[in-house]
């Protein structure tokens, strides 16, 4: 089975640039995750999806951060403008029973 | 909202002794533990995982118990080898109708040979 993909693995920007993560979940899972996990830090969920519907976006900075899963399939997470505060790893998960989750290898954002 | 505390944020331990990592949570209705891997520059692998209507599983060498009452769960990890060594975090999972995961701060693991 494959797992969860996640494009790019790095990116670096300068803050107030705009960037965007691809992620392409495990076939068949329903449930999206996009996380943020700063260094140090354990993950943090920042939006959930449930086919192409959000469930939770509770914490979202939705000021900079916005998310789409349009056909319930793939999901962009796009940051714009960036900060500073925004270098973290963005980590996609996907489940099939929205228990057990499965990550991708994340993407390493560094903001200068 | 949830609140998962993670206790020790390192653990030093020889090849061969046994680890213990314990994760206390904040709300009753939780119901799914689960317990992750972490290397460096890795994805999180999950390595073993608890539901509130079992106290404790095991998986060869690692086991978590859970004490619903104390609202804390505990991973064991017996014979320890340097593979071992990594970041682990614990999750909850709050009981709504789609699980949503709150992971602890993580521990540090470093088994020396």
């Known amino acids: 089975e494959a797992g969860v993909a996640q494009s790019p693995r790095y990116k670096i920007i300068e803050k107030r640039q705009s960037v965007a993560f691809w992620c392409n979940p495990i076939s068949g899972h329903a449930t999206l995750y996009w996380y943020q996990q700063i260094l140090g830090q354990g993950p943090k969920l920042l939006i959930q999806?449930?086919?192409?519907?959000?469930?939770?976006d509770s914490q979202l900075p939705k000021d900079r951060f916005s998310a789409e899963r349009l056909k319930g399939v793939d999901s962009t997470l796009k940051i714009q403008p960036a900060k500073l505060e925004d270098s973290a790893v963005y980590l996609c998960?996907?489940?099939?029973?929205?228990?057990?989750?499965?990550f991708g290898p994340g993407t390493r954002l560094t903001v200068l | 909202g949830e609140n998962v505390e993670q206790h020790p944020s390192t653990l030093s331990v020889q090849e061969g002794d046994s680890a213990v990592i314990k994760c206390t949570y904040s709300?009753?209705?939780?119901?799914?533990f689960p317990w992750y891997k972490q290397e460096l520059g890795k994805r999180p692998q999950l390595i073993i995982d608890i539901r509130s209507n079992v106290g404790e599983k095991k998986d060869q060498r690692i086991a978590v118990t859970l004490n619903k009452t104390a609202k804390h769960f505990s991973l064991h990890i017996t014979e320890t080898q340097p593979e071992d060594s990594a970041v682990y975090f614990c999750?909850?999972?709050?009981?709504?109708?789609?699980?949503?995961?709150?992971f602890g701060t993580g521990t540090r693991l470093l088994v020396s040979p």
């Open positions: 998960a996907s489940s099939p029973t929205g228990a057990t989750q499965y």
């Open positions: 999806f449930q086919n192409n519907g959000v469930v939770d």
């Open positions: 709300d009753s209705a939780s119901n799914y």
């Open positions: 999750a909850v999972s709050l009981n709504t109708g789609f699980q949503k995961l709150v």
